[in-house]
């Protein structure tokens, strides 16, 4: 209380100082902690956590809207309080200094601007606001280079595959808390890959900032491809060379890290979520491109092109023998392949090779629950191996493929060291308008292999589960009584005319299969004989099809 002797207390002396009180009262309000209509607003300043970060809230013109900075402790985290109204307005968090150890090199490092970008009306007291290397890119596209934050959102995922949520707290990849959800973990492990990027692009782990400025510079065009238009990437006069497959390298830097013994998340293969689809890959000699078809990669028959070419002349890479190794790595650190041709063949378009891929299982569920993620790993010459990670969706409409499985007397070893029937893999390979329906067919000889069956060709060689098919019989059926035999061309691919197709609605196709005198079950057993029974029976795989409109690719 201000007390003052009785002869100031003059009418006019009263009234200034009443008028000084009420311009202090309205100071005091602007400071945001003092203000009883503010909200708290906590979060994090994450490379790893930063440690002594210099934080403000500002508008997007760069000004604070609250009178104080604010300080992260040594977990990266901060606290500030606001004024309520404020937060009906777009805003940037905005930290500058402190230091983190880079999770990929273990050094010391002094952080630059790490920042997050904030739409009005998107948080309220008690919230998060946690600043990233993602939150980072979004920001910088948003306020430097004029996109829109949908625009900018948009086109970081299509270039990382993945959202940013700024309100989920990410925790150290090296050294998670204990109590981290997985997605706390996740978020931990996307920002440690652009530590491993830095690392692995040959930058210090101090330019880590200046590789986020140049991948916003590349991606204010909305494609992450190494370029700013068709100039390469300059920041600061000094040319960042992103080079064309930067999406494949920080794909790559993500998977070293998960990998590598720095990453203590324990998050498995099938935490990851869908990967970065790079179509451009960048070998020793090579650069290889995958070609998308017209439908979108899913479970079954998937075909595709690739395109190569010389590095040193820029021009078609022509008569490699392109082979194809396609691997599905899942939880547990188990893995798995997939029948595919063993080489791809060069089509009618110097260094362009067509390829075809049999997928026996998504790599995410209709659901989107991540199973894993394949890695499809085409080989252009020795040594040079390109990897391209397609999200496999679920099959859905017509069939894609169904099994068939050998006798007792017919089997492999199992995943668990003991014996299965072996399954012979039958992939809807397309109804043609003349109503030749064809299948390929692939024999399984473990987890690794699974070659198209063909007469003569021994599965499981050297093994006490050899077996050399001979008389191989693939029939076809529209009503599981009347038959039509296949062809084939001792490829894996069998197909057989069949008439009374007609129309566009969707139909059955049933397939048999007998290798010798053994007719293959869906479950191994003996025929039941109720062939004419064709939802219950043994007998054969039941294929759903729709006249023109199982055409195959991805």
């Known amino acids: 209380m201000l007390i003052f002797p009785v002869r100031y207390k003059s009418v006019?002396?009263?009234?200034?100082?009443?008028?000084?009180?009420?311009?202090?009262?309205?100071?005091?309000a602007c400071n945001d902690?003092?203000?009883?209509?503010?909200?708290?607003?906590?979060?994090?300043?994450?490379?790893?956590?930063?440690?002594?970060?210099?934080?403000?809230?500002?508008?997007t013109n760069g000004a604070s809207i609250i009178q104080n900075s604010f300080s992260t402790n040594a977990n990266g985290e901060y606290s500030v309080n606001i004024q309520t109204s404020r937060l009906n307005?777009?805003?940037?968090?905005?930290?500058?200094?402190?230091?983190?150890?880079?999770?990929a090199t273990g050094a010391s490092t002094a952080a630059g601007n790490i920042t997050a970008y904030v739409a009005s009306g998107t948080i309220g007291d008690g919230d998060q606001i946690h600043a990233t290397p993602e939150s980072t890119i979004i920001q910088r596209l948003v306020t430097v280079h004029n996109l829109t934050l949908i625009e900018a959102e948009n086109a970081f995922a299509a270039a990382f595959n993945y959202d940013v949520d700024t309100s989920?707290?990410?925790t150290n990849a090296n050294s998670?808390?204990?109590?981290?959800?997985?997605?706390?973990?996740?978020?931990?492990l996307r920002a440690a890959a652009f530590s491993q990027l830095t690392m692995e692009m040959g930058l210090s782990a101090g330019e880590q900032l200046d590789l986020l400025n140049a991948i916003a510079l590349d991606l204010k065009d909305g494609t992450l491809d190494g370029k700013e238009g068709v100039n390469a990437i300059t920041i600061n006069g000094t040319i960042i060379d992103l080079s064309n497959d930067i999406q494949d390298r920080f794909t790559q830097a993500?998977?070293?890290?998960?990998?590598?013994?720095?990453?203590?998340?324990?998050l498995g293969n099938e935490k990851l979520g869908a990967l970065p689809f790079a179509k451009t890959v960048?070998?020793?000699?090579?650069?290889?491109?995958?070609?998308?078809?017209?439908?979108?990669?899913?479970?079954?028959?998937?075909?595709f092109q690739i395109r190569v070419t010389d590095r040193s002349n820029d021009t078609a890479a022509t008569g490699l023998n392109v082979t194809l190794m396609p691997m599905m790595n899942m939880a547990n650190n188990l893995m798995h392949s997939t029948?595919?041709?063993?080489?791809?063949?060069?089509?009618?378009?110097l260094g362009t090779y067509d390829c075809t891929v049999f997928y026996i299982m998504p790599s995410v569920m209709a659901s989107g629950i991540s199973m894993g993620y394949w890695d499809l790993q085409i080989m252009v010459a020795m040594n040079e191996t390109a990897h391209f990670y397609p999200t496999v969706m679920m099959a859905m409409g017509d069939t894609a493929k169904a099994d068939l499985k050998g006798s007792s007397s017919d089997q492999i070893m199992s995943m668990s060291g003991g014996t299965e029937n072996r399954r012979y893999h039958i992939f809807n390979a397309g109804l043609t308008s003349n109503n030749a329906f064809t299948v390929f067919i692939a024999a399984r000889e473990g987890m690794m292999s699974m070659p198209a069956l063909v007469s003569g060709t021994e599965l499981n060689t050297g093994t006490m589960y050899a077996l050399t098919p001979g008389t191989i019989t693939a029939e076809m059926s529209l009503d599981g009584t009347s038959w039509t035999s296949a062809t084939t061309t001792n490829d894996g691919f069998w197909s057989a005319d069949l008439t009374g197709i007609s129309g566009m609605s969707s139909l059955p196709i049933y397939v048999r299969l007998t290798i010798d005198t053994e007719q293959k079950t869906t479950n191994g057993m003996a025929p039941d004989g109720m062939s004419t029974d064709p939802v219950n029976t043994n007998e054969f795989a039941t294929f759903t099809v729709t006249p023109g409109g199982s055409s195959m690719g991805n």
Request: charged content about 10%; aromatic content about 4%.
């Open 89 to 103: 307005q777009d805003m940037v968090l905005s930290c500058t200094g402190g230091s983190y150890t880079d999770e």
């Open 168 to 170: 989920i707290a990410p």
């Open 33 to 59: 902690s003092s203000n009883s209509s503010s909200s708290t607003i906590t979060g994090s300043v994450f490379a790893a956590p930063v440690d002594g970060a210099v934080c403000e809230l500002q508008d």
């Open 12 to 28: 006019r002396f009263l009234g200034l100082v009443f008028t000084i009180l009420a311009l202090t009262t309205q100071i005091t």
């Open 339 to 349: 029948p595919a041709q063993a080489t791809c063949a060069e089509s009618t378009t």
């Open 282 to 303: 960048m070998t020793t000699n090579h650069i290889v491109e995958y070609l998308s078809g017209m439908m979108m990669t899913s479970e079954g028959m998937s075909q």
């Open 176 to 188: 998670p808390s204990s109590n981290s959800s997985d997605a706390q973990k996740l978020a931990g």
């Open 254 to 266: 993500l998977l070293n890290f998960h990998n590598s013994n720095n990453n203590a998340t324990g």
